[in-house]
């Protein structure tokens, strides 16, 4: 006898996606239209997150995730704003060896984009306003989670009842689902943090992306497009500093404030101006230590969550989404329960490795070049050079960065998925 009676007001889908940011969207607006349906449930209003001016935050999206945008019919709504990133320059504080990455030298597409927080939202709301097989609750909030061999059952703040053969905890850092389900996190903070905003410039910033270490931890200045594009050249700075002085950072006025930025990353670009608010984010790396329990997975930040070195933490997150979405889909083709257990260990096998690697990577690659060490910095310097006059060896990185290497789902690979 099934442990659960379903009532008649219950809303009854294949799968239920707590959490609404950019991981839980696209895996709702991945699911849409191939026959397995789902619910997704945001304690956020989302049609607000929609309406809000920009709010300074932007994010570099690999070559195989456009494609899994694409695939998803997110990107439609992003071709006109997204800035497409062509080259990558790695500098080491004032040394004069570097890395440079064309991207010519891996093929003719872009190495990835950049796009503006309110632009990704935007599309993703757009895109599940147009899909009838996704429910969207939001602002709302899952009060108790009720999991059994059969499926889950989830009561809302609403007084809304779900019920589901899976539930994906998408809901962030402080995932109440990884919480309920009493999977444990490994946790450090790093004693910095990301301060993040948009500059406008003098000059073009020619789609090159640059990231530079000095001894608080990378600085990174990337092209963002013109928008409209009258508004002329921008970029979105992610600088990393010490925690002791970010207060003091964020509190200068902001002439001084721009002046302290160009210390760091000088005057290639001309004039700069900031160009909207600047928001501080605190860096901690984090993993989930299980993903998956009965009925349940994880995915997204909630997972794993990591230093923004180099800009793969939503890249990881949205390589959960073709992962899952793949796995599930395949499942319910071949008339398998979407929640089972074995379905959901072939997404935890598919990802473990991946996203174990890159904490780790991300979390090395700080370590290294976070200090002011002579001989550290010696060594990373030579690194730099040998790998910028090693084609083969560069060629493998930047495919790394673009996201193209590993066993890639179809929607990375640019494939459909049904
Ligand atoms: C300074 C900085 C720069 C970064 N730059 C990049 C970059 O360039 N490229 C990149 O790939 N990544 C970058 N990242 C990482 C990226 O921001 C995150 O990995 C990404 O936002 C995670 O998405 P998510 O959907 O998993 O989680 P979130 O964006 O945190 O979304 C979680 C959602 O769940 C909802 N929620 C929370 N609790 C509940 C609940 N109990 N019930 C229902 N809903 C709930 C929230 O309202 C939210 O909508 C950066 C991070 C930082 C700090």
């Not at 990558?88 to 990455?101: C, G």
Request: hydrophobic fraction near 45%.
């Amino acid at each position: 006898m099934a442990a659960h009676v379903r009532t008649q007001c219950e809303t009854q889908v294949d799968v239920l996606i707590v959490g609404g940011g950019f991981v839980g969207n696209t895996l709702a607006a991945a699911l849409a239209g191939t026959g397995v349906s789902s619910a997704m449930v945001d304690t956020a209003d989302l049609r607000e997150a929609v309406d809000a001016e920009f709010d300074g935050r932007s994010f570099a999206v690999s070559l195989s995730n456009q494609r899994l945008l694409a695939g998803v019919g997110i990107w439609e709504g992003l071709v006109e704003r997204a800035a497409p990133i062509l080259d990558i320059r790695i500098s080491d504080n004032r040394s004069l060896m570097f890395l440079h990455y064309d991207h010519r030298e891996a093929g003719d597409d872009p190495m990835g984009f950049m796009v503006e927080n309110h632009h990704l939202r935007r599309a993703q709301y757009e895109r599940l306003q147009a899909a009838d097989d996704v429910r969207v609750f939001a602002p709302d909030r899952v009060e108790r989670l009720i999991r059994n061999q059969h499926g889950v059952s989830a009561e809302l703040g609403s007084g809304g009842k779900v019920w589901a053969r899976l539930v994906v905890g998408a809901d962030g850092r402080s995932s109440m689902v990884r919480a309920d389900a009493g999977i444990g996190t490994t946790r450090w903070s790093y004693d910095q943090s990301g301060i993040v905003c948009t500059v406008r410039h003098e000059r073009h910033h020619n789609n090159i992306a640059h990231e530079r270490f000095l001894p608080a931890g990378p600085f990174a200045i990337l092209p963002l497009r013109g928008d409209p594009p009258a508004a002329g050249n921008r970029s979105s700075l992610v600088w990393t500093e010490r925690n002791v002085l970010t207060p003091t950072i964020m509190g200068l006025d902001d002439t001084s404030f721009m002046a302290e930025a160009r210390l760091r990353f000088g005057d290639f670009l001309g004039e700069v101006e900031l160009a909207g608010p600047r928001y501080v984010f605190p860096l901690s790396l984090q993993f989930a230590q299980r993903l998956m329990e009965q009925r349940l997975v994880l995915a997204g930040d909630a997972a794993h969550a990591m230093h923004p070195i180099a800009g793969q933490g939503l890249n990881m997150g949205l390589r959960d989404v073709a992962a899952l979405a793949e796995v599930l889909v395949d499942a319910a083709r071949l008339g398998q329960d979407v929640g089972d257990q074995q379905v959901l260990a072939r997404y935890v096998r598919w990802r473990r490795f991946d996203n174990t690697m890159m904490l780790a990577a991300t979390d090395g690659l700080n370590r290294l070049f976070s200090n002011d060490v002579s001989p550290v910095r010696l060594a990373r310097d030579l690194g730099l050079a040998a790998i910028n006059r090693l084609p083969p060896v560069k060629r493998f990185f930047m495919r790394h960065a673009m996201g193209l290497v590993g066993d890639l789902p179809r929607l990375l690979r640019g494939e459909r998925l049904i």
